[in-house]
Nanobody, 116 residues
């Protein structure tokens, strides 16, 4: 059974940092494209960023470029999202996604709130 479990969310002040983790089990992690998505209240889920399975190449949404960094540790079957210079508009539920077409798995999500 595949599980993706996010951790590291919470409340942070504007300008602060958080590091999200997503621990995967039940799959061959190193072969999966890993992504972070987020969904704010009343808005559609959006892609935050992606890291490839082989080369570890990353790409980001324009809204987070230069502030967020995705990394992965294949030995630990874990993907990370380092979030710096957080803004109130970054507040959302953040979801981990694992994709190796045609299969696609989601975590349950974790709440990040940026507020003073």
């Amino acid at each position: 059974q595949v599980q993706l479990v996010e951790s590291g969310g919470g409340l942070v002040q504007p300008g602060g940092s958080l590091r999200l983790s997503c621990a995967a089990s039940g799959l061959t992690f190193s072969t999966y494209l890993m992504s972070w998505y987020r969904q704010a209240p009343g808005k559609e889920r959006e892609l935050v960023g992606t890291i490839t399975s082989a080369s570890g190449r990353t790409r980001y949404a324009d809204s987070v470029k230069g502030r967020f960094t995705i990394s992965r540790d294949n030995a630990k079957s874990t993907v990370y999202l380092q979030m710096n210079s957080l803004k109130p508009e970054d507040s959302a539920v953040y979801y981990c996604n694992a994709r190796n077409t045609p299969v696609n798995y989601w975590g349950k999500g974790i709440l990040v709130t940026v507020s003073s």
